[in-house]
């Protein structure tokens, strides 16, 4: 099977890595149902998700799955007044990623990417590997490497 560009990049960087493959025929690939197709613990589990400021500045928020972003907290964090997310539309132009296989991993732009603090605790996070029906599982601290990355607390 061909490689991710996601791969191909851990690989660069020299980061073990391991691809896990789920069955998205059935259209549930929100974070939850991702968790438990692939036997993911759900707070293993990370969305990406891309949100934009006032001003235009696009910023990557990783969370886990089964959590809601804070706007405000994340804002703080990023030293922003306000943000929000981006369209739907607006994923694939901006990131490269379609919505539901959106990796923080090999964007089109190097864009300042926040991990939520719990990741820290953790020996291992899942996040897509770039394609729906495939995530990718590493170290927390080789994903803050590989998207240089930082973490902050970004949850409700």
């Known amino acids: 099977m061909k490689k991710t560009n ?3 990049i851990l690989e660069q960087f020299g980061i073990q890595f391991a691809i896990t493959n789920y ?3 059935d259209g549930h690939i929100d974070g939850v149902s ?5 036997g993911k613990a759900v707070e293993t589990v ?18 886990p799955v089964a959590e809601t972003l804070d706007l405000k907290k994340a804002a703080r964090h990023l030293g922003e007044k306000k943000i929000e997310m981006i369209p ?3 994923i ?13 991993i090999g964007m089109k732009k190097k864009y300042k990417t926040l991990i939520h603090e719990s990741a820290h605790e953790l020996e291992q996070i899942t996040v897509s590997a770039g394609k729906i029906g495939s995530q990718v ?16 607390d970004l949850i409700m």
């Open 34 to 38: 991702v968790a438990e197709k692939t």
């Open 46 to 63: 990370f969305k990406t998700l891309v949100v934009k400021s006032g001003s235009g500045f696009l910023y990557v928020l990783l969370i």
């Open 137 to 152: 599982t590493l170290a927390p601290e080789e994903l803050l490497r590989a998207t240089e990355a930082a973490y902050a």
């Open 92 to 104: 694939q132009k901006n990131t490269g990623y379609i919505r539901g296989g959106c990796s923080p």
């Open 6 to 8: 996601v791969e191909r």
């Open 88 to 90: 739907v539309k607006d």
């Open 23 to 25: 069955d998205a025929s």
